[in-house]
């Protein structure tokens, strides 16, 4: 045994220091992703190698952590951690890796830190006084308005001009589509800079903030765990997940801010069943970190359904004390964003910018499948001045076109919307029945796996399933049954190959209807494989007895 725990202590040494040096690599050619570094001279293919290869590490890593006995347990925690945190620092300084949306939070935080209100304004407003009249987007706005737009635009120092110039093409005909609670970070991120910064050293700040919050998450994870009682180094699914590292430390994504605050949520649910003493100041607290958490990202406004249940079960009619608490709080944090939507929809489409998080929600679509297998069999064929082009429908098309030529691209979209949102109900649905029957002993603990299955079927049922869009569920893969969810953070770097098919002219179709069965549907297949193989073990036991 001693001979075992000593091997699975040193291997994970060894790939501890390897994923540190894959850490390195990624920094070192990051450098090639500056954004005046041509995109034929981006090593895209030699980033996702890379991050293949440090997910095969992390993934064996995972591995010999399931079997550390007690005695290494504690020690290798603190490995574990180190490992994390000086992965971190490594990446701080690189430059984001095929990331622009930083920038949008840099723009972001400079705005609502002069006017207070991010949602007002689109960025191409401060830039597109510089254009032809007829060039212009034709939002309504007062003489002072327009001149105020100039005169921020024009005063803004070298560093910040950048950020207008990228934000102003990249879907700078919108509003912030980020929440009240991200646009503290991203003001506190601002102020945190001198005003003369340059750009790289305002890139740092604002990841090296947003990777507090995901080293946060995983101390959080930890708690979790320590609560229901289940090893602590299983917090290695998120200290040293490549995933986690590239969209955060590197890409320096928001919703670290959101998933901290999500962990806190699950923290005091589990409080909240374990500590019945206590139950109702944790379920106070709860709502309190769940309505903080839909603050800083929408996301995880699905958890509402389950812990709503959970706490009627438990409470009583005094779940409403803090039900209350987390929609009072809810709506007052998003109180700027909310009251933004509302005048927009009341106003005539044309005279003010569209809200973000409704152009998001409208028709956005990215590296999906099942929402993808949904829609393209509801779309039409495309059409050119009314007249239908000879293109083949998508190999998994299977409704005929005579039927799809009554939709319109909106009316699938939504359609297929539609159909996934009810896909999910029952699936929530089914987890609620299926906790409800659970021994009151092991709820603590499958209530976290019901938060993990809930977070991962939304993500696999939604139109965009970006690849960091994945660590919303990740901190909770410890506690699902199935190992085979380990591998989703590894398949779904492949989606990072689409920019090399963009780059150099391929067939980007093709890509999309393709490479996401390779992503996700192996995923599915060893899904339901490992569930035959669990059902037909428990038929045996069954028969034996």
């Known amino acids: 045994m001693n001979l075992i725990s000593n091997r699975t202590n040193a291997s994970l040494i060894i790939l501890g220091l390897s994923l540190v040096c894959v850490s390195v690599f990624v920094s070192f050619v990051s450098n090639q992703f500056a954004l005046d570094v041509p995109f034929l001279d981006r090593p ?23 079997r550390l006995n007690r005695e290494s347990q504690k020690a290798m925690l603190y490995w574990i951690v180190g490992i994390g945190i000086v992965s971190r620092i490594v990446l ?28 007002k304004y689109a960025p191409i407003e401060f830039v597109q006084w510089q254009y032809e009249s007829d060039e212009r987007l034709p939002f309504s706005r007062s003489e002072s308005e327009l001149a105020w737009l100039q005169e921020f635009g024009s005063s803004q120092n070298t560093s910040m001009q950048e950020v207008m110039r990228i934000m102003s093409q990249h879907f700078g005909q919108f509003t912030s589509p980020y929440p009240p609670v991200s646009q503290i970070v991203f003001v506190a991120a601002h102020k945190c800079c001198l005003e003369d910064a340059s750009l790289k050293t305002r890139v740092v700040i604002l990841k090296s903030i947003l990777t507090l919050f995901d080293l946060a998450t ?31 430390a590197n890409g320096g994504h928001l919703d670290s801010i959101a998933i901290f605050l999500c962990c806190l949520f699950v923290l005091s649910c589990v409080k909240q069943l374990t500590q019945s003493k206590y139950a109702m100041r944790h379920a106070v607290a709860a709502g309190a970190f769940l309505a903080l958490g839909v603050g800083a990202k929408v996301f995880p406004v699905v958890l ?8 009627l079960r438990k409470l009583g009619l005094k779940a409403i004390v803090p039900g209350l608490v987390s929609l009072v709080l809810v709506v007052a944090v998003n109180l700027p964003m909310l009251i933004r939507i509302n005048e927009y929809k009341t106003e005539a489409t044309e005279t003010l910018p569209m809200p973000g998080v409704l152009a998001f929600a409208k028709s956005w679509e990215m590296n999906d499948l099942l929402f993808m297998v949904v829609i393209e069999n509801l779309k039409p064929a495309p059409t050119n001045g009314g007249v239908a082009l000879q293109t083949e429908a998508p190999w998994f098309v299977v409704v005929p076109e005579s039927w799809r030529s009554e939709m319109t691209f909106d009316s699938a979209f939504q359609s297929a919307r539609w159909i996934t949102m009810l896909i999910f109900l029952a699936i929530i649905v089914w987890l609620i029945w299926r906790w409800c029957k659970t021994n009151e002993q092991e709820q603590p603990r499958f209530f976290v796996e019901c938060i993990f ?6 993500w696999f ?39 090399h098919f963009d780059y ?21 297949c060893l899904l339901l494989a490992n569930g035959s193989r669990e059902r037909a073990l428990s038929e045996s036991d069954v028969m034996q007895k």
């Not at 996702?48 to 591995?63: D, P, Q």
């Not at 509402?304 to 706490?311: D, E, G, K, N, Q």
């Not at 299955?453 to 939304?458: C, K, Q, S």
């Open 44 to 66: 895209v293919i030699a980033v996702v190698v890379a991050l293949l290869a440090a997910s095969f590490l992390y993934l064996i890593a995972c591995w010999n952590c399931s």
């Open 304 to 311: 509402v359904p389950l812990w709503a249940a959970v706490t």
């Open 92 to 119: 701080l300084g690189s430059t984001p890796i095929l990331e622009i949306d930083l920038y949008r939070y840099l723009w972001d935080g400079n705005v609502a830190a002069t006017t207070g209100d991010p949602y």
């Open 504 to 524: 150099h002219g391929y067939d980007i179709t093709a890509f999309d209807f393709v490479v996401p069965f390779i992503e996700f549907g192996s995923v599915f």
């Open 218 to 248: 995983g101390l959080v994870l930890i708690a979790i765990l320590r609560q229901l009682k289940l090893p602590e180094t299983m917090s290695i699914v998120w200290f040293w997940c490549p995933l986690v590292l590239k969209e955060f």
């Open 453 to 458: 299955l809930t977070l991962a079927w939304f």
């Open 461 to 499: 049922l939604s139109p965009t399933q970006n690849p960091w869009y994945w660590c919303w569920a990740l901190p909770f893969v410890p506690f699902a049954k199935s190992r085979v969810w380990y591998l989703v953070a590894a398949m779904t770097t492949l989606y990072y190959l689409r920019f």
